[in-house]
Protein backbone atom coordinates (compact mmCIF):
# COMPACT_ATOMS: atom_id res chain seq x y z
CA UNK A 1 0.00 0.00 0.00
CA UNK A 2 3.11 2.58 0.56
CA UNK A 3 4.93 1.50 -2.25
CA UNK A 4 3.71 4.90 -4.64
CA UNK A 5 4.75 6.64 -1.70
CA UNK A 6 8.22 5.34 -1.34
CA UNK A 7 8.97 5.80 -5.13
CA UNK A 8 7.86 9.75 -4.69
CA UNK A 9 9.83 10.25 -2.28
CA UNK A 10 13.40 8.09 -3.86
CA UNK A 11 11.87 9.90 -7.43
CA UNK A 12 12.65 13.51 -5.52
CA UNK A 13 15.85 12.36 -3.54
CA UNK A 14 17.09 11.41 -6.87
CA UNK A 15 16.07 14.64 -9.06
CA UNK A 16 17.10 16.54 -6.58
CA UNK A 17 20.75 15.65 -6.40
CA UNK A 18 20.77 15.80 -9.69
CA UNK A 19 20.16 19.63 -9.60
CA UNK A 20 22.88 19.72 -7.35
CA UNK A 21 25.46 18.15 -9.18
CA UNK A 22 28.81 20.42 -9.15
CA UNK A 23 29.07 22.64 -12.40
CA UNK A 24 31.61 21.27 -15.09
CA UNK A 25 35.24 22.85 -13.43
CA UNK A 26 35.94 26.23 -15.60
CA UNK A 27 39.34 25.39 -15.17
CA UNK A 28 39.60 23.07 -17.79
CA UNK A 29 41.52 24.62 -20.58
CA UNK A 30 41.28 23.39 -24.87
CA UNK A 31 44.63 21.96 -26.17
CA UNK A 32 45.90 24.38 -27.76
CA UNK A 33 45.75 26.68 -24.19
CA UNK A 34 47.85 24.35 -21.95
CA UNK A 35 50.85 25.87 -21.05
CA UNK A 36 52.61 23.26 -18.86
CA UNK A 37 55.65 22.01 -19.84
CA UNK A 38 55.74 18.82 -17.71
CA UNK A 39 52.49 18.07 -19.73
CA UNK A 40 53.46 18.96 -22.86
CA UNK A 41 57.11 16.95 -23.06
CA UNK A 42 55.48 14.03 -21.61
CA UNK A 43 52.45 13.96 -24.02
CA UNK A 44 54.68 14.65 -26.87
CA UNK A 45 58.03 13.52 -26.11
CA UNK A 46 58.40 11.20 -23.37
CA UNK A 47 57.10 8.09 -25.29
CA UNK A 48 60.78 8.18 -27.52
CA UNK A 49 62.75 10.11 -25.46
CA UNK A 50 62.38 9.35 -22.16
CA UNK A 51 60.68 10.94 -18.93
CA UNK A 52 62.86 14.03 -17.90
CA UNK A 53 65.05 13.65 -21.06
CA UNK A 54 67.03 10.67 -19.83
CA UNK A 55 66.20 9.09 -22.82
CA UNK A 56 64.70 6.28 -24.43
CA UNK A 57 64.20 4.86 -27.86
CA UNK A 58 65.90 7.75 -29.47
CA UNK A 59 68.42 9.92 -27.79
CA UNK A 60 68.37 11.97 -24.23
CA UNK A 61 66.98 15.59 -24.66
CA UNK A 62 69.03 16.36 -21.57
CA UNK A 63 72.05 15.19 -22.33
CA UNK A 64 74.74 17.80 -20.97
CA UNK A 65 76.58 17.19 -24.25
CA UNK A 66 72.88 17.40 -26.55
CA UNK A 67 72.33 20.70 -25.13
CA UNK A 68 75.73 22.13 -25.23
CA UNK A 69 75.97 21.43 -29.47
CA UNK A 70 72.29 21.69 -29.95
CA UNK A 71 71.00 25.37 -30.24
CA UNK A 72 67.41 26.70 -29.78
CA UNK A 73 67.19 27.21 -33.27
CA UNK A 74 67.91 23.32 -33.86
CA UNK A 75 65.47 21.62 -30.79
CA UNK A 76 62.65 24.31 -32.01
CA UNK A 77 63.22 23.14 -36.05
CA UNK A 78 63.21 19.44 -35.20
CA UNK A 79 60.75 19.81 -32.72
CA UNK A 80 58.23 21.83 -35.03
CA UNK A 81 59.11 20.37 -38.49
CA UNK A 82 60.48 16.58 -37.48
CA UNK A 83 62.75 15.04 -39.46
CA UNK A 84 61.66 13.87 -42.52
CA UNK A 85 62.47 10.11 -43.70
CA UNK A 86 62.92 9.04 -39.81
CA UNK A 87 60.78 8.28 -36.98
CA UNK A 88 60.97 12.01 -35.37
CA UNK A 89 57.27 13.32 -36.62
CA UNK A 90 56.34 17.18 -37.01
CA UNK A 91 54.64 18.54 -34.08
CA UNK A 92 53.80 22.14 -34.61
CA UNK A 93 50.72 23.15 -36.68
CA UNK A 94 52.28 24.40 -39.53
CA UNK A 95 53.67 21.14 -40.18
CA UNK A 96 50.96 19.11 -39.76
CA UNK A 97 51.18 18.63 -35.76
CA UNK A 98 49.09 19.53 -32.85
CA UNK A 99 50.98 22.04 -31.24
CA UNK A 100 50.66 25.95 -31.48
CA UNK A 101 54.18 27.57 -31.85
CA UNK A 102 53.74 28.64 -28.32
CA UNK A 103 53.76 25.11 -26.95
CA UNK A 104 56.76 24.39 -29.12
CA UNK A 105 58.45 27.38 -27.61
CA UNK A 106 57.58 26.55 -23.86
CA UNK A 107 58.80 22.43 -25.26
CA UNK A 108 61.92 24.05 -26.31
CA UNK A 109 62.52 26.56 -23.11
CA UNK A 110 61.73 23.23 -20.94
CA UNK A 111 64.66 21.40 -22.67
CA UNK A 112 67.05 24.03 -22.42
CA UNK A 113 66.39 24.57 -18.40
CA UNK A 114 67.86 21.10 -18.32
CA UNK A 115 71.57 22.67 -19.26
CA UNK A 116 74.45 22.59 -16.94
CA UNK A 117 76.58 25.04 -18.10
CA UNK A 118 79.99 23.32 -16.40
CA UNK A 119 78.83 19.58 -17.05
CA UNK A 120 81.36 19.30 -19.76
CA UNK A 121 84.38 20.60 -17.81
CA UNK A 122 85.99 23.10 -20.00
CA UNK A 123 85.95 19.90 -23.22
CA UNK A 124 84.11 21.39 -26.53
CA UNK A 125 82.47 18.77 -28.28
CA UNK A 126 82.87 18.82 -32.28
CA UNK A 127 79.61 20.70 -33.74
CA UNK A 128 76.56 20.01 -34.52
CA UNK A 129 76.70 20.04 -37.85
CA UNK A 130 79.61 18.80 -40.27
CA UNK A 131 81.58 21.79 -41.23
CA UNK A 132 82.63 19.57 -44.11
CA UNK A 133 81.54 16.34 -45.55
CA UNK A 134 83.08 12.94 -44.37
CA UNK A 135 85.26 10.36 -46.10
CA UNK A 136 84.62 6.57 -45.93
CA UNK A 137 87.56 5.71 -46.73
CA UNK A 138 88.63 7.20 -43.52
CA UNK A 139 85.91 6.46 -42.03
CA UNK A 140 86.39 3.02 -41.97
CA UNK A 141 89.79 3.55 -40.11
CA UNK A 142 88.01 5.67 -37.93
CA UNK A 143 85.50 2.92 -36.87
CA UNK A 144 88.19 0.64 -36.54
CA UNK A 145 89.49 2.76 -34.08
CA UNK A 146 86.68 4.54 -31.92
CA UNK A 147 83.79 2.20 -32.29
CA UNK A 148 84.48 -1.72 -33.34
CA UNK A 149 85.79 -2.53 -30.08
CA UNK A 150 82.39 -2.76 -28.70
CA UNK A 151 80.45 -2.99 -32.63
CA UNK A 152 82.28 -5.76 -33.92
CA UNK A 153 85.17 -5.17 -36.46
CA UNK A 154 82.39 -5.11 -39.58
CA UNK A 155 79.56 -2.83 -37.75
CA UNK A 156 77.83 -5.96 -37.45
CA UNK A 157 77.86 -6.75 -33.34
CA UNK A 158 79.69 -7.34 -30.93
CA UNK A 159 79.89 -8.81 -27.28
CA UNK A 160 79.29 -5.03 -25.69
CA UNK A 161 76.91 -3.83 -28.48
CA UNK A 162 74.61 -3.98 -31.26
CA UNK A 163 74.62 -4.08 -34.92
CA UNK A 164 74.97 -0.39 -36.82
CA UNK A 165 75.04 -1.40 -39.81
CA UNK A 166 71.98 -3.11 -39.79
CA UNK A 167 69.52 -2.04 -43.01
CA UNK A 168 66.62 -1.48 -40.71
CA UNK A 169 68.04 0.60 -38.61
CA UNK A 170 69.82 2.96 -41.45
CA UNK A 171 66.92 3.09 -43.03
CA UNK A 172 65.10 5.06 -40.00
CA UNK A 173 67.99 7.60 -38.79
CA UNK A 174 69.60 10.53 -40.51
CA UNK A 175 72.84 11.26 -41.05
CA UNK A 176 72.74 14.25 -38.80
CA UNK A 177 70.91 11.30 -36.42
CA UNK A 178 73.91 9.25 -36.81
CA UNK A 179 76.50 12.39 -35.84
CA UNK A 180 74.50 13.03 -32.68
CA UNK A 181 74.66 10.10 -31.51
CA UNK A 182 78.20 9.32 -32.21
CA UNK A 183 78.95 12.69 -30.42
CA UNK A 184 76.49 12.34 -27.62
CA UNK A 185 76.89 8.85 -27.26
CA UNK A 186 74.03 6.64 -25.34
CA UNK A 187 74.66 6.71 -21.58
CA UNK A 188 71.80 5.26 -20.46
CA UNK A 189 72.34 2.08 -22.43
CA UNK A 190 76.49 2.25 -21.98
CA UNK A 191 77.68 3.72 -25.17
CA UNK A 192 80.28 6.69 -24.40
CA UNK A 193 80.02 10.25 -25.66
CA UNK A 194 83.19 11.32 -28.15
CA UNK A 195 85.42 11.45 -25.18
CA UNK A 196 84.88 8.07 -24.22
CA UNK A 197 85.81 5.76 -26.92
CA UNK A 198 89.51 6.00 -26.51
CA UNK A 199 90.72 6.72 -23.38
CA UNK A 200 92.76 10.11 -23.76
CA UNK A 201 91.72 10.42 -27.37
CA UNK A 202 88.84 12.00 -28.37
CA UNK A 203 86.87 11.80 -31.53
CA UNK A 204 87.84 15.20 -33.84
CA UNK A 205 85.12 16.54 -36.06
CA UNK A 206 86.16 15.53 -38.58
CA UNK A 207 86.71 11.81 -37.47
CA UNK A 208 82.91 11.77 -36.12
CA UNK A 209 82.18 13.40 -40.06
CA UNK A 210 84.68 10.32 -41.29
CA UNK A 211 82.65 7.57 -39.49
CA UNK A 212 79.00 9.25 -40.06
CA UNK A 213 79.98 9.07 -43.64
CA UNK A 214 81.51 5.11 -43.46
CA UNK A 215 77.87 4.40 -42.00
CA UNK A 216 75.46 5.89 -44.33
CA UNK A 217 77.57 3.74 -47.43
CA UNK A 218 76.04 1.50 -45.18
CA UNK A 219 73.07 2.24 -46.05
CA UNK A 220 70.68 0.26 -48.18
CA UNK A 221 69.67 1.52 -51.52
CA UNK A 222 66.34 0.18 -51.04
CA UNK A 223 65.25 0.42 -47.73
CA UNK A 224 62.60 -2.28 -46.60
CA UNK A 225 63.24 -3.84 -49.89
CA UNK A 226 65.32 -7.40 -49.82
CA UNK A 227 65.92 -6.81 -53.35
CA UNK A 228 66.81 -3.82 -55.83
CA UNK A 229 63.86 -3.34 -58.57
CA UNK A 230 65.85 -4.50 -61.10
CA UNK A 231 66.67 -7.80 -59.41
CA UNK A 232 62.83 -8.23 -58.81
CA UNK A 233 62.35 -7.93 -62.69
CA UNK A 234 65.31 -10.15 -63.48
CA UNK A 235 64.79 -12.83 -61.21
CA UNK A 236 60.96 -13.40 -61.68
CA UNK A 237 60.41 -11.67 -57.66
CA UNK A 238 56.65 -10.63 -58.47
Not at 37 to 46: A, D, G, N, Q, V
Request: proline share 9%; charged share 15%; net charge positive.
Amino acid sequence: MNRPAIFVVTLTAFTAACGTRPPVSAEVKPPDKIVNFSYLYTRSCSGCHGPQGKGGAAIGLGDPVYLAIADDATIRRVTADGVAGTSMPAFARHSGGMLTADQVSIIVQGIRAWAKPDALSGAQPPPYSAPAPGDPKRGAMAYATYCSSCHGADGRGGKRASSIVDGSYLALVSDQNLRTTVIVGRPEWGAPDWRGDVPGRPMSAEDVSDVVAWLAAQRPQFPGQPYSNALQIQGGIR
